[in-house]
């Protein structure tokens, strides 16, 4: 053998050798870093789920907070119907029974309807007093004070109180419940009450499914007190408890509080991420399967490997485009998630709005300051250019009620019929109509001018009655969710003037 075959092969044989040191080094490396990234991926998703539940609830607590220092509740006292002593099933009647029982309950009723999250609003009193929304049948002596929701806040001076979860079933309805309660006091400042609310497990179905790390990962929610509340990959375990089902390995994480682990489950390996939520008493997990994670770093290091036996052929250029298409792939997931994450944010955002102006709706005695707050809110929700709203009047009439932003004034009375809002009164239907811009007139304000892009019409109805009728030009035209929460706070401006009427009437 020549020493030019020698040295050649000497040559090829330390290539080699640093070659193979080389992609055994890289594995390791990326065997760590694919775990380390999926780590950060499943941990950032499960802070913004926990991040819109934080959001949820707090709309929750201030509603708590509302009623308790509502004044209705601080005139509470004994005329409250007990069901303590009945030795049988009651249908409860707060509805019809008069007094402060009376005006409380439609109150939890204007509060029921106006958050559609809510299954019961209730409240009991420290002579065993109950009233709650909906009426049901009071369970056989039936004691608010004895119940965990009253005992947790009793004596807690007011502050916010989750209890564990519960299954509510009845003929209509199977599904999980959490109560969260506050107490409250009487006029003299003196501890008289518990209230509290039971909240749908809608919601955790919703961010439950929400959860997805990489290709195979999915969601599960479990409460400290180890009861699985909603797994997206096995629902029929919902509501069981973990030791029940095997799931040992979750009941140690959450003892433990190890933010990672590997378990096993149904034939496979999963690696579980953990992520508590210490208000609500929640803990979130994200499972991805093992097998992705090893997969996603030997599919890099195979392209590595290509990569290195060109960087010995051809050039390092090569190395560069491919890394730069990888991180331009690996963007475009990111982007994708943090698009569905900004979505379910805004949605979030819009019951939040809903919410509050259903509060401000509520707080108007009077229906101008009423149609104020409602032409307010829709120019800063749904960007109102120019509004009026006619109520029914007498002898078959619209009556002007109120208007925003208008240039000139509107006519003070139309006839059922007449035009195109008085026919929208006959009709009783919602319509958008999209104008064209160069032939509607401008709308003029302080700083510039400015063409509607939609005219809406719509009738005002509350159990198929009419109230009155609406006009509204926008700026841009609705989109789906737009019509949704417009309809919903049309709802809420109906029930409202329902109650001013009523509460005239009186």
């Known amino acids: 053998m020549s020493l030019q075959t020698k040295i050649a092969l000497s040559f090829t044989a330390v290539l080699l050798v640093a070659v193979l040191a080389f992609?055994?080094?890289?594995?390791?490396?990326?065997?760590?870093?694919?775990?380390?990234?999926?780590?950060?991926?499943?941990l950032r998703q499960l802070a913004?789920?926990?991040?819109?539940?934080?959001?949820?609830?707090?709309?929750?607590?201030?509603?708590?907070?509302?009623?308790?220092?509502?004044?209705?509740?601080?005139?509470?006292?004994?005329?409250?119907?007990?069901?303590?002593?009945?030795?049988?099933?009651?249908?409860?009647?707060?509805?019809?029974?008069?007094?402060?029982?009376?005006?409380?309950?439609?109150?939890?009723?204007?509060?029921?309807?106006t958050d559609g999250d809510l299954l019961f609003v209730y409240l009991g009193t420290e002579d065993g007093g109950y009233v709650q929304w909906p009426q049901t049948h009071a369970s056989v002596y039936y004691d608010p004070r004895v119940r965990p929701w009253y005992q947790a806040s009793a004596h807690l001076n007011g502050a916010v109180v989750h209890t564990e979860p519960y299954a509510y079933v009845d003929l209509l309805v199977h599904q999980l419940l959490g109560s969260?309660?506050?107490?409250?006091?009487?006029?003299?400042?003196?501890h008289y009450g518990v209230v509290a609310v039971?909240?749908?497990?809608?919601?955790?179905?919703?961010?439950?499914?929400?959860?997805?790390?990489?290709?195979?990962?999915?969601?599960?929610?479990?409460?400290?007190?180890?009861?699985l509340l909603a797994d997206?990959?096995?629902?029929?375990?919902?509501?069981?408890?973990?030791?029940?089902?095997?799931?040992?390995?979750?009941?140690?994480?959450?003892?433990?509080?190890?933010?990672?682990?590997?378990?096993?489950?149904?034939?496979?390996?999963?690696?579980?991420?953990?992520?508590?939520?210490?208000?609500?008493?929640?803990?979130?997990?994200?499972?991805?399967?093992v097998r992705e994670i090893e997969q996603a770093a030997q599919t890099i290091r195979r392209i590595m490997f290509v990569v290195s036996l060109i960087l010995l052929l051809i050039s390092i250029p090569v190395s560069v485009v491919l890394a730069h298409a990888l991180n331009r792939k690996v963007h475009q997931q990111q982007h994708q998630l943090n698009a569905l994450v900004d979505t379910q944010k805004?949605?979030?955002?819009?019951?939040?709005?809903?919410?509050?102006?259903?509060?401000?709706?509520?707080?108007?005695?009077?229906?101008?300051?009423?149609?104020?707050?409602?032409?307010?809110?829709?120019?800063?929700?749904?960007?109102?250019?120019?509004?009026?709203?006619?109520?029914?009047?007498?002898?078959e009439r619209l009556v002007l009620a109120g208007s925003f932003s208008c240039a000139e004034p509107p006519p003070l009375h139309l006839s059922l019929g007449e035009g195109l809002l008085g026919q929208?009164?006959?009709?009783?239907?919602?319509?958008?109509?999209?104008?064209?811009?160069?032939?509607?007139?401008?709308?003029?304000?302080?700083?510039?001018?400015?063409?509607?892009?939609?005219i809406v019409l719509a009738p005002i109805l509350l159990n198929d009655s009419l109230l009155g009728v609406v006009e509204l030009a926008l700026l841009k035209a609705f989109d789906t969710d737009d019509q949704a929460l417009f309809e919903n706070l049309l709802a809420l401006l109906a029930l409202n003037i329902e109650i001013i009427g009523r509460n005239g009437s009186t």
């Open 232 to 289: 997206a990959l096995n629902p029929k375990n919902n509501l069981k408890p973990l030791e029940e089902i095997g799931y040992d390995d979750f009941l140690a994480a959450i003892q433990t509080e190890v933010e990672t682990f590997q378990t096993h489950l149904n034939g496979v390996d999963y690696q579980v991420y953990q992520y508590p939520e210490d208000t609500a008493g929640w803990v979130f997990f994200g499972l991805v399967d």
């Open 23 to 42: 992609n055994v080094t890289l594995s390791i490396y990326l065997k760590e870093a694919a775990r380390e990234d999926y780590r950060q991926g499943a």
């Open 346 to 395: 805004i949605k979030t955002q819009r019951q939040h709005w809903l919410s509050a102006a259903g509060m401000r709706l509520q707080q108007a005695n009077n229906l101008p300051a009423l149609i104020q707050v409602f032409f307010s809110d829709l120019h800063q929700m749904l960007h109102l250019m120019q509004g009026v709203m006619y109520v029914v009047g007498d002898e």
């Open 198 to 227: 039971d909240f749908k497990s809608d919601t955790l179905s919703q961010l439950v499914q929400r959860i997805r790390i990489g290709h195979t990962g999915h969601g599960m929610i479990v409460h400290r007190s180890g009861t």
């Open 48 to 113: 913004d789920i926990r991040q819109i539940v934080s959001v949820h609830y707090d709309r929750v607590y201030k509603l708590l907070n509302f009623l308790a220092e509502h004044p209705l509740l601080k005139q509470a006292d004994a005329s409250i119907t007990r069901y303590v002593d009945s030795g049988e099933l009651t249908m409860m009647t707060p509805s019809i029974n008069g007094g402060i029982e009376q005006e409380i309950f439609e109150l939890f009723e204007l509060i029921g309807r």
């Open 180 to 190: 969260i309660s506050r107490s409250f006091t009487n006029q003299a400042g003196e």
């Open 424 to 454: 929208c009164a006959i009709d009783q239907r919602l319509q958008v109509i999209e104008v064209d811009t160069e032939r509607v007139a401008m709308i003029r304000s302080g700083l510039g001018d400015a063409r509607p892009q939609a």
